[in-house]
């Protein structure tokens, strides 16, 4: 039997049609190289009417670059970073931070993977003190790790502390469009607008083949980006095929109706989940994910039939991602396998 992946993460869904018509519509022909072309420079308009014209944007392959190379740009070796213990930037990086800036990243626990003033001041320590790490970046997701969305008075609140204090605010917003579905905001709103400085905006959990952003609100943050990139060997020559992506991407709010779809999937998952006995839904649904603690031996035996991560070993919590290709029989089915599993054990 073969096993579905649906609900591993948004990462194994497929690319949308519109995307791929939009990579055959620029594979004609011949374009200067290294972002020297004209879809690049539309897409880069397109980004620029969303967060603002006063925006410097870069394209990079991933999001993984996008997060590392966006911070090397503001960050030295001797700064610290703080973020969410569940962030990405510190769990699934492979130590791309520490290894590329020098930097030293803070994880700070928190029950929702969202920071606040509250969590994060407690750390603020050793300012000009020459023998610790100095404080200058608060990083967090949007949506978080763990399927919850920060509000714009967020942060705003968290923009607000870390200007006070001389530090920068990082978004990785992998899933920026999720949020905003939820919130049903406009990007900008829960970016830069809230106080947010520099920004992946990611576009490959939602539709794309490949291609985040990165976002820097000030363009004095952005000085050197050209040549941290180039470094980094996130320069792509044939540039086109991401701009042609973010054009499809953010036309006719595609990037809006998938995510939304996306989050509609999680929504009905939970439904159908919140009333089987033995079935603990742990986080709110606000995104695409879904966290649940689910039985040790119906997890072993779910998972010969459907691809999907345990997140915690020790409580049995299991992470249920939707995408935009998710559907509701796919949703329903997998529901069901669920409620006949748990009755069978």
Not at 328 to 334: A, E, I, K, Q, T
Request: glycine residues 6%; contains cysteine.
């Amino acid at each position: 039997m073969s096993v579905f992946a649906g609900f591993g993460s948004d990462n194994h869904s497929g690319v949308h049609p519109d995307i791929l018509s939009a990579l055959r519509n620029v594979n004609d022909g011949y374009v200067v190289a290294y972002g020297h072309d004209e879809y690049t420079e539309q897409a880069i308009t397109q980004l620029k009417e969303i967060f603002g014209k006063k925006t410097a944007i870069f394209f990079v392959y991933n999001g993984t670059a996008a997060n590392i190379l966006g911070l090397r740009s503001v960050t030295d070796s001797f700064h610290s970073i703080f973020c969410a213990e569940s962030a990405h930037l510190t769990v699934h990086e492979c130590c791309g931070p520490e290894n590329y800036i020098g930097a030293k990243l803070v994880n700070i626990p928190t029950p929702d993977g969202k920071l606040s003033v509250d969590f994060v001041e407690p750390y603020l320590i050793g300012v000009d003190d020459p023998h610790m790490a100095q404080p200058h970046v608060i990083s967090i997701t949007q949506a978080t790790e763990r399927g919850t969305v920060y509000r714009p008075k967020e942060i705003q609140s968290l923009a607000d502390f870390a200007h006070h204090h001389n530090m920068l605010l990082h978004m990785d917003g992998a899933r920026l469009c999720n949020a905003a579905a939820f919130l049903k905001t406009g990007l900008h709103e829960i970016s830069g607008e809230a106080g947010v400085d520099v920004l992946s905006f990611g576009g490959t959990k939602n539709g794309m083949m490949y291609g985040e952003a990165v976002v820097f609100f000030d363009t004095q943050l952005a000085k050197n980006f050209e040549f941290i990139r180039k470094q980094g060997m996130q320069l792509t020559s044939k540039m086109r095929y991401i701009s042609a992506q973010f054009s499809a991407f953010l036309a006719n709010d595609l990037w809006l109706r998938n995510a939304s779809h996306a989050n509609e999937m999680a929504r009905l998952l939970a439904e159908q989940l919140q009333n089987i006995p033995g079935i603990e839904i742990t986080q709110k649904v606000e995104a695409n994910m879904l966290y649940a603690v689910i039985p040790n031996q119906c997890i072993t035996r779910l998972q010969k039939q459907y691809y999907f991560h345990r997140f915690n070993e020790r409580t049995c919590e299991v992470r249920l991602m939707c995408s935009f290709t998710t559907q509701p029989p796919d949703v329903l089915s997998f529901a069901q396998a669920i409620r006949k599993t748990v009755g069978e054990t």
